[in-house]
Each structure stands twice: as structure tokens, then as C-alpha cells.
T-cell receptor, first 117, second 113 residues
Framework: GAVVSQHPSRVICKSGTSVKIECRSLDFQATTMFWYRQFPKQSLMLMATSNEGSKATYEQGVEKDKFLINHASLTLSTLTVTSAHPEDSSFYIC?????????????FGPGTRLTVL | AQSVTQPDIHITVSEGASLELRCNYSYGATPYLFWYVQSPGQGLQLLLKYFSGDTLVQGIKGFEAEFKRSQSSFNLRKPSVHWSDAAEYFCAVSDYNNNDMRFGAGTRLTVKP
């Protein structure tokens, strides 16, 4: 079954509003989660690494003031898209690391489709 | 920096035929390699992974992949494709801690009846 959930699965908002996306690890604690962005027919691009209890680490070119990440507990990370604009419309996917068999593996959530009008 | 190349953007195979999806990687240290599958509008599902040991790894849904260090490749194979295998397939490489995962551009698989 799914080990990582995301909510909502789909959201439509007006330009200028803020949208919060939740990523939860189910039945395990995730000290590290990742947020990715995927444009249509393209691969995943890592946006940031979310660390429980500390500031997120953002990839080059990702605006940290626009994409706010909060990892307040070991099972929840949130991504808030502030003052959203149509160019922020995309598919956002989170993942969490599960230690397995001597090395870590990322498991992905089902994704959130954001449409900004 | 590590990178992944999936040379085939789109592949079409007939149902029941064999499948091989190519993946080449560039990585300075020991690579940790993954194949994920994504259905339209869905997240990614892990098919299989290679960390060490036997270079032929078995995954879910009848998939397997072979790690060839000399060719820097990690090709995905399936002996007989089913219509439900139609999806986007991503190869990925990361370090030991899985903290810096890089994805290939993906290969879209179409299955003909």
C-alpha cells in the first residue's frame, strides 16, 4: 500500500492566492522529505529537501520565499506556494526516505496537480 | 555531478513482446540506481533498485534490470509486455544516502494490442 500521501490531489486557485500542499509519511517517521516539480511530459525536478526541525535546503533557482516548506513533525511536510501565478501551475510530488536493506530508498506520494487561473 | 540519460523518449511495443528500456548514468562514486514507473496523473512507483551485489535485480510486475559498470548502464527489461504496462518510466541515480537523486528524462511506453 501507499507509504506516502499527499493532500490535496488537485487544486485550482486564483492568481495571487496561496496554496498549501501536505505530504505525509504513513506508518513511519521521515526526517527527510523531498519536493519535486514536474511539468507536462517532462521529468521530475528537485525543488528542495525538507528536514524535520530545521530549514529546508533549496535547489539553485528555486525561490525559497515563494515556495515555503515546513517540516514540523516526523510525518508531515508542507509546501506553500505563495502568491501563486499561472506559471506556478504544475504537478508537485513529494517523497520520503525509508531506510531499507542497508541503504535508503525514496518513496513518492501520488502528486498534487496545481492549476492557477 | 551525477546525471542520467534515457536515450529513448518514446517506445511502442506489441502486447506480449519483450521490452528493453535503456538507461545510462554518469556518477563519480558507487551509483545507487532505480527504476520508477508513473501512470498519467499519478506519482512514481518504485519498480526496482540496485545498491550492490548481484548485478541482475528483480523487481515488481515482472521487471528486471541489469547493472553493467563497464557500460555505465542500468537497462530495464521485461520478457512479455502487458497492456497495463503502458506508462512513463524513469531511471534515477543517487548517492548512498539518497539525498541527491537525479532522474532521466523518462521513456514513454505505448503497448499495441
Amino acid at each position: 500500500g501507499a507509504v506516502v500521501s499527499q493532500h490535496p490531489s488537485r487544486v485550482i486557485c486564483k492568481s495571487g492566492t496561496s496554496v498549501k500542499i501536505e505530504c505525509r509519511s504513513l506508518d513511519f517517521q521521515a526526517t527527510t522529505m523531498f519536493w519535486y516539480r514536474q511539468f507536462p511530459k517532462q521529468s521530475l525536478m528537485l525543488m528542495a529537501t525538507s528536514n524535520e526541525g530545521s530549514k529546508a535546503t533549496y535547489e539553485q533557482g528555486v525561490e525559497k520565499d515563494k515556495f515555503l516548506i515546513n517540516h514540523a513533525s516526523l510525518t508531515l511536510s508542507t509546501l506553500t506556494v505563495t502568491s501563486a501565478h499561472p506559471e506556478d501551475s504544475s504537478f508537485y510530488i513529494c517523497s520520503a526516505i525509508i531506510p531499507e536493506g542497508g541503504a535508503d530508498t525514496q518513496y513518492f506520494g501520488p502528486g498534487t496537480r496545481l492549476t492557477v487561473l | 555531478a551525477q546525471s542520467v540519460t534515457q536515450p529513448d523518449i518514446h517506445i511502442t511495443v506489441s502486447e506480449g513482446a519483450s521490452l528493453e528500456l535503456r538507461c545510462n548514468y554518469s556518477y563519480g562514486a558507487t551509483p545507487y540506481l532505480f527504476w520508477y514507473v508513473q501512470s498519467p496523473g499519478q506519482g512514481l512507483q518504485l519498480l526496482l533498485k540496485y545498491f550492490s551485489g548481484d548485478t541482475l535485480v528483480q523487481g515488481i510486475k515482472g521487471f528486471e534490470a541489469e547493472f553493467k559498470r563497464s557500460q555505465s548502464s542500468f537497462n530495464l527489461r521485461k520478457p512479455s509486455v502487458h497492456w497495463s504496462d503502458a506508462a512513463e518510466y524513469f531511471c534515477a541515480v543517487s548517492d548512498y544516502n539518497n539525498n541527491d537523486m537525479r532522474f532521466g528524462a523518462g521513456t514513454r511506453l505505448t503497448v499495441k494490442p
